[in-house]
Antibody
Framework: EVQLVESGGGLVQPGGSLRLSCAAS????????MNWVRQAPGKGLEWVSY????????YYADSVKGRFTISRDNAKNSLYLQMNSLRAEDTAVYYC??????????????WGQGTLVTVSS | QSALTQPASVSGSPGQSITISCTGTSSDVGGYNYVSWYQQHPGKAPKLMIY???NRPSGVSNRFSGSKSGNTASLTISGLQAEDEADYYC??????????FGTGTKVTVL
């Protein structure tokens, strides 16, 4: 069974940092591209970042570029999101999601349960 | 990248068909056959319902269908059921190689 489990969320002050993790199991993690998607409370979905299976290709939304860094460790079946210079508008549930197939144009067939990040003083 | 435009709400009676639109530009929806649709129930993670404009993942009911014309994609739910009441989001690949979601549509079963 495919499972994605996020962790690392919590309360952080504006300007602070946080590192999210996503533990993958039930599939060959190293064969799939992955994404981070977030959802502010009561709002819609927002794509955040993409990383290819080998980490050779990475993309970011303009809203997080220069502040967030996506990475993965295929040996540990894990995906990460390092978030720096956090702002109030980064408050959201953060989901990790698996792409349906390589270069599937952001079709994500499996999602984690999400981890809440709250940026507030 | 601006969010794709969806109607805020759509409603229908059980058994009816409804259609949700998703309007973008030639730089996203209109330029690629990489449109997906997701269903999200309150407090739950999104679920992939349609990918590559009109394909259904294994296990998704054939009551859900997708299409595209120009810069507008559509999701049709036929034989509406109470369990279909949820939020629906479209998404697309963009010319910047990034992703973009729609504004979301709340479907209400009357």
């Amino acid at each position: 069974e495919v499972q994605l489990v996020e962790s690392g969320g919590g309360l952080v002050q504006p300007g602070g940092s946080l590192r999210l993790s996503c533990a993958a199991s039930g599939f060959t993690f190293s064969s799939y591209s992955m994404n981070w998607v977030r959802q502010a409370p009561g709002k819609g979905l927002e794509w955040v970042s993409y990383i290819s299976s080998s980490s050779s290709t990475i993309y970011y939304a303009d809203s997080v570029k220069g502040r967030f860094t996506i990475s993965r460790d295929n040996a540990k079946n894990s995906l990460y999101l390092q978030m720096n210079s956090l702002r109030a508008e980064d408050t959201a549930v953060y989901y990790c999601a698996r792409e349906l197939y390589d270069s599937s144009g952001y079709s994500n067939d499996y999602w984690g349960q999400g981890t809440l990040v709250t940026v507030s003083s | 990248q601006s969010a794709l435009t969806q109607p805020a709400s759509v409603s229908g009676s059980p058994g009816q068909s409804i259609t949700i639109s998703c309007t973008g530009t030639s730089s996203d929806v209109g330029g690629y056959n990489y449109v997906s649709w997701y269903q999200q129930h309150p407090g739950k993670a999104p679920k992939l319902m349609i990918y590559d404009v009109s394909n259904r993942p294994s296990g998704v009911s054939n009551r859900f269908s997708g299409s595209k014309s120009g810069n507008t994609a559509s999701l049709t739910i036929s034989g509406l059921q109470a369990e279909d009441e949820a939020d629906y989001y479209c998404s697309s690949y963009t010319s910047s190689s990034t992703g973009v979601f729609g504004t979301g549509t709340k479907v209400t079963v009357l």
